[in-house]
């Protein structure tokens, strides 16, 4: 698999890993990635946190799906700044309940052992989709949960941590003066 149709003519690259050896069904392992433009393998800082834990699962007879977020490409580039920029945590979940859908019609998958992983943003994404699909969904496993509200979690991540550097590495005299 190389893309799936989340809807209104977008798309998004996704990969289906699946055990060479061994007789299917198998069970299956949905990823569900955080914040910012991510893409599948869930690159940050050249450690590709979703890559390893495919083959980790992979390795042991998961089936595993993982997808770009929408408008995203690889290495998380941002293909379609509109798509990019306008997307709402409301078209992340259907993007997933997507993915799930198209996780569930795969042959070599059991329909019946499916859950999902989720990381950071993706955390609050993954509990609505196994609601929403509790017939589908046998498990839920979040990762980096999102502790806060999205306001302060955003705040934290886009405004304080940055100025924290500029303080820290750009304001090389201490006068709270940096140079751009």
């Keep these: 698999m190389s893309w799936f149709q989340i809807g209104n003519g977008v798309k998004t690259n996704a990969q289906l890993t699946i055990l060479a050896v061994g007789k299917g069904p198998f069970p299956a392992v949905l990823l569900i990635p955080g914040s910012r433009a991510i893409d599948m393998n869930y690159t940050v ?8 834990e495919e083959n980790y699962l992979s ?17 998380f580039a941002i293909l379609d700044k509109n798509v990019w920029g306008n997307t709402t945590v409301n078209d992340l979940t259907h ?6 859908n ?4 795969q042959h070599e998958v059991d329909p019946k052992r499916i859950s999902i992983i989720g990381h950071s943003e993706g955390t609050v994404i993954t509990p609505r989709v196994a609601i929403d699909n509790s017939t589908k969904v046998k ?4 990762m980096g949960t999102v502790a806060q509200n999205f306001r302060d979690s955003s705040y934290h991540q886009f405004v304080y941590v940055p100025s924290e550097y500029a303080t820290q590495v750009l304001d090389k005299n201490h006068t709270g003066l940096i140079s751009i």
Excluded: M, P
Excluded at 102 to 105: A, F
Excluded at 139 to 142: M, Y
């Design 139 to 142: 498990s839920i496993i979040l």
């Design 59 to 75: 390795e042991r007879g998961f089936a595993v799906l993982r997808y770009d977020k929408r408008g995203i490409g690889a290495n």
């Design 45 to 52: 800082k050249n450690i590709k946190l979703f890559w390893t």
């Design 102 to 105: 198209v996780l569930t019609q």
């Design 95 to 100: 993007d997933a309940e997507r993915a799930l």
